[in-house]
């Protein structure tokens, strides 16, 4: 447990790229997921580039829509090594020009593949490696146990996996020589604390959002999760994995969940929790603490929309 975490004051949270947009907005969707988070505390402020989706153009389009840039991001953190988080890295550090902060787990650039009947699909960091990165500047923090990023503000560090219906998925690496089952043990996620609870960030959550949660509570000492923000990995999950994730989700006050939480997935949270979940697009922006509860999230004005109608 991380003592003194303390409490934000604030956060904007804008998401910069996911699979969707939503009706009549003018953003680049993209598989995966890429979130900045504008933090503020009594005596700190700083900006997180949270997960860099699967390619960076889309995010640089979003953020010129949105009138935000990365120019006082400090840190990039990756919540695992698939691609579609991970992809985007290189062009952003190209883009800022300058050293940064990433954090990460320890294993993130291990091998990770599917095994398909038509082939091997590789779905880890493939190119550029570590030694390519840090010669465009990054400054790599891998780390197993929880960081504290600032007042109010830590990582996950690698999530223990306590319950039985959140399960390892068909997914592989290669230890030793050996093909085995790949434990993605670098899933984590940054939990931000507020007096009104904790708001946890997932990037797709393999680690289950119910261990999630269950960790969260343990290192910070905090019971209360007042909101989830990410995906949930719902799609192709079991039916006890569902109906029991949904179930601890009654605790939460909010959940905004997209990505790979998938449709049937966000259909049955809908359901069991009317207006405390919203879908998560492309350009969606949630203020913490929450202002107005019949408009938990939000995207760019009506009338800036069509100043944006052609791609440049």
């Given at each position: 447990?991380?003592?003194?975490?303390?409490?934000?004051?604030?956060?904007?949270?804008?998401?910069?790229?996911?699979?969707?947009?939503?009706?009549?907005?003018?953003?680049?969707?993209?598989?995966?997921?890429?979130?900045?988070?504008?933090?503020?505390?009594?005596?700190?402020?700083?900006?997180?580039?949270?997960?860099?989706?699967?390619?960076?153009?889309?995010?640089?389009?979003?953020?010129?829509?949105?009138?935000?840039?990365?120019?006082?991001?400090?840190?990039?953190?990756?919540?695992?090594?698939?691609?579609?988080?991970?992809?985007?890295?290189?062009?952003?550090?190209?883009?800022?020009?300058?050293?940064?902060?990433?954090?990460?787990?320890?294993?993130?650039?291990?091998?990770?593949?599917?095994?398909?009947?038509?082939?091997?699909?590789?779905?880890?960091?493939?190119?550029?490696?570590?030694?390519?990165?840090?010669?465009?500047?990054?400054?790599?923090?891998?780390?197993?146990?929880?960081?504290?990023?600032?007042?109010?503000?830590?990582?996950?560090?690698?999530?223990?996996?306590?319950?039985?219906?959140?399960?390892?998925?068909?997914?592989?690496?290669?230890?030793?020589?050996?093909?085995?089952?790949?434990?993605?043990?670098?899933?984590?996620?940054?939990?931000?604390?507020?007096?009104?609870?904790?708001?946890?960030?997932?990037?797709?959550?393999h680690a289950g959002?119910?261990?999630?949660?269950?960790?969260?509570?343990?290192?910070?000492?905090?019971?209360?999760?007042?909101?989830?923000?990410?995906?949930?990995?719902?799609?192709?999950?079991?039916?006890?994995?569902?109906?029991?994730?949904?179930?601890?989700?009654?605790?939460?006050?909010?959940?905004?969940?997209g990505h790979c939480?998938?449709?049937?997935?966000?259909?049955?949270?809908?359901?069991?929790?009317?207006?405390?979940?919203?879908?998560?697009?492309?350009?969606?922006?949630?203020?913490?603490?929450?202002?107005?509860?019949?408009?938990?999230?939000?995207?760019?004005?009506?009338?800036?929309?069509?100043?944006?109608?052609?791609?440049?």
């Amino acid at each position: 447990m991380i003592e003194e975490l303390g409490y934000l004051t604030e956060a904007d949270i804008s998401v910069l790229a996911e699979d969707s947009i939503a009706f009549d907005t003018p953003f680049l969707g993209r598989f995966g997921l890429s979130v900045l988070l504008e933090l503020r505390s009594d005596d700190c402020e700083k900006h997180i580039l949270y997960d860099t989706n699967s390619e960076s153009a889309p995010i640089f389009r979003n953020l010129k829509i949105m009138s935000k840039s990365l120019d006082k991001v400090s840190t990039i953190f990756l919540s695992h090594c698939h691609y579609d988080h991970t992809d985007g890295l290189a062009g952003i550090l190209e883009a800022l020009g300058r050293p940064i902060s990433v954090v990460a787990h320890p294993e993130i650039f291990r091998p990770c593949f599917e095994i398909n009947p038509d082939g091997i699909r590789q779905i880890g960091i493939v190119d550029p490696n570590i030694t390519d990165l840090e010669q465009k500047g990054t400054i790599f923090t891998l780390s197993r146990e929880p960081l504290n990023l600032m007042t109010g503000v830590m990582t996950s560090g690698e999530i223990e996996r306590v319950t039985s219906f959140e399960v390892l998925e068909d997914l592989y690496t290669i230890v030793d020589g050996e093909v085995v089952q790949d434990h993605e043990r670098d899933d984590s996620a940054v939990i931000l604390s507020f007096e009104e609870g904790l708001v946890i960030i997932t990037g797709c959550c393999h680690a289950g959002i119910v261990n999630t949660m269950i960790h969260a509570r343990n290192i910070t000492g905090v019971d209360k999760i007042h909101a989830i923000v990410g995906g949930l990995h719902f799609i192709d999950a079991s039916e006890e994995k569902i109906e029991k994730s949904i179930e601890a989700l009654k605790e939460v006050d909010w959940i905004f969940a997209g990505h790979c939480t998938g449709f049937d997935g966000m259909r049955r949270i809908a359901n069991a929790y009317g207006d405390r979940f919203s879908r998560i697009h492309t350009g969606s922006m949630i203020h913490f603490p929450i202002q107005d509860p019949t408009t938990p999230v939000t995207t760019i004005p009506t009338n800036v929309r069509d100043l944006h109608r052609l791609y440049e």
